[in-house]
């Protein structure tokens, strides 16, 4: 698909005024969320003026930064001045933040319009976008609304698919690729460290990055050019310079070596066919391939993820219990009533992250669980450095399955659910930058390829999506 940017920044250009057309985008947005229910906010007020500044930048002939006039949806985790940003959940109804996330001030600053707030699994707690706080409505497919969307950025897939605006997500254990494959569009997964944390909603700390998701590889790599770089507000993000991502678009794959993923392919699957069609166009246009097996990540991925991930959201959410922060309640009976009370707000797959990760981390059993996950994760990182010796980009199905329809996911036991990240969390634990590219369509529904690069290679899987 061409370039959203690339088209509105030409139309405004050419005497379109960008608050006619946000203001019909605004309009179109409010009658179809009724059904799709990808927007947990809409950012009315706020786009609205942002995009009359943007006119009368044009009108008086001053430089338009690279987003100028673009609609950018933001996911719930990420806080957006002014706007409820809740990730999800009850337990953060009416929090206004007072700043900007990093990411969504870069934006801001080349002139982006924030349109609304995006619909996601609360806290990131699912891969289906099933597992919504209370008071929320589970976003559908585009393609078929009686399948999911991903998870956990569901709505922010959703949206970029029927609506053609790129988004910015965030990334977990496969939050970003996830539902990129199952809506058919880009979704980019940075190294740990290249995007700024700051401002985000945490799931778990050592894990989280942002991103962005788009319908053209054009877009997506604008977007990851913009948001990245260091930010003296996060410590934990890199100094290590940002590529000029959108001059990778047309570098091609000549002499780029693949590795495929044995243990990614096990049963030849219509789903597997399709990610062959596209190792075979990047072969036709000049890169080589070769079987790789990573059977650590195969075997430990899953459950050094998921002890890992509960423990540190189990840390990050104890803050919220309604004395500081969180939803508050009417004070009655002693401390342990109220505290009782306050966290019943939190979804049902909620409490059982943080039930699993507190006893994680117990004493007694921290070292049995929450301490051999970590050296796991060592030992994890350290295949995918030797795997990156012999090649570039290592390549697998981005997930197993197409959507699944809701009355599926309905079947599924809480260790299935986890189980169909088992392709995903592997890259998200090692920190490693991953791109989940289209890669045709089975009965109708998209297919998605994952390309997982070295650290801070960003640009050699834009490359792969440039081919594509």
């Known amino acids: 698909m061409r370039s959203m940017i690339t088209e509105w920044i030409q139309d405004l250009r050419q005497g379109a005024s960008a608050e006619e057309k946000v203001a019909k985008l605004l309009e179109e947005l409010q009658k ?6 990808y927007l947990n906010a809409i950012c009315k007020e706020q786009a609205i003026a942002a995009a009359r500044a943007v006119d009368k930048k ?8 690279k987003l100028a006039g673009i609609p950018i949806s933001v996911k719930d985790c990420l806080c957006v001045k002014g706007v409820e940003s809740t990730a999800g959940s009850k337990m953060l109804k009416g929090y206004h933040p007072l700043f900007d996330a990093t990411a969504v001030e870069r934006c801001r600053n080349q002139d982006a319009i924030i349109i609304g707030k995006t619909s996601q699994d609360e806290f990131g707690f699912g891969g289906f976008s099933v597992n919504v706080g209370k008071d929320y409505q589970i976003p559908k497919n585009p393609v078929d609304s009686e399948r999911s969307c991903g998870g956990s950025s569901g709505g922010a897939a959703g949206l970029t698919k029927k609506a053609n605006i790129p988004a910015l997500a965030e990334s977990t254990g496969g939050s970003i690729v996830n539902p990129a494959a199952f809506c ?8 740990y460290g290249r ?11 050592s894990l989280d990055k942002i991103g962005p998701m788009a319908t053209s590889i054009e877009d997506a790599a ?4 913009i948001i990245a770089g260091h930010d003296n507000k996060d410590a934990t993000s890199s100094t290590t310079l940002v590529d000029y991502y959108t001059t990778s678009i047309s570098k091609g794959v000549k002499k780029l070596k693949l590795g495929i993923v044995k243990e990614a392919f096990p049963d030849n699957s219509e789903v597997e066919s399709h990610v062959w069609k596209s190792i075979k166009k990047l072969e036709a246009a000049g ?20 002890i890992i991930a509960m423990s540190e959201a189990s840390t990050n959410l104890a803050k919220l219990c309604g004395m500081r922060y969180g939803m508050q309640e009417k004070i009655e009976g002693d401390y342990n009533t109220y505290f009782t009370k306050v966290r019943s707000n939190f979804g049902q797959e909620a409490k059982r992250r943080i039930l699993l990760g507190t006893f994680a981390r117990m004493a007694g059993y921290r070292d049995a669980y929450y301490l051999k996950a970590l050296s796991v994760r060592k030992m994890l990182q350290e295949e995918y450095a030797k795997a990156f010796k012999d090649v570039d980009v290592i390549i697998t199905p981005t997930m197993p399955i197409v959507a699944p329809k809701f009355s599926e996911i309905s079947k599924l036991t809480p260790l299935q659910h986890y189980q169909m990240d088992v392709l995903t969390v592997g890259p998200n634990l090692a920190g490693l930058p991953h791109l989940s590219i289209p890669s045709g369509t089975l009965r109708k529904m998209p297919v998605g390829m994952m390309a997982i690069a070295p650290p801070w290679m960003e640009k050699r899987l834009i490359q792969l999506g440039g081919v594509l």
């Open 32 to 37: 179809s969320n009724m059904e799709d229910h």
């Open 58 to 65: 044009v009108k008086s002939k001053q430089q338009l930064g």
């Open 184 to 191: 058919g569009v880009y979704g980019l997964c940075p190294t």
């Open 195 to 205: 995007v700024s944390r700051y401002g985000l909603i945490d799931y778990a700390s």
């Open 222 to 225: 604008l977007l990851m050019e």
């Open 287 to 306: 890169s080589t391939y070769q079987e790789i097996s990573l059977p650590k990540n195969a075997a430990y991925g899953i459950p050094a993820y998921y």
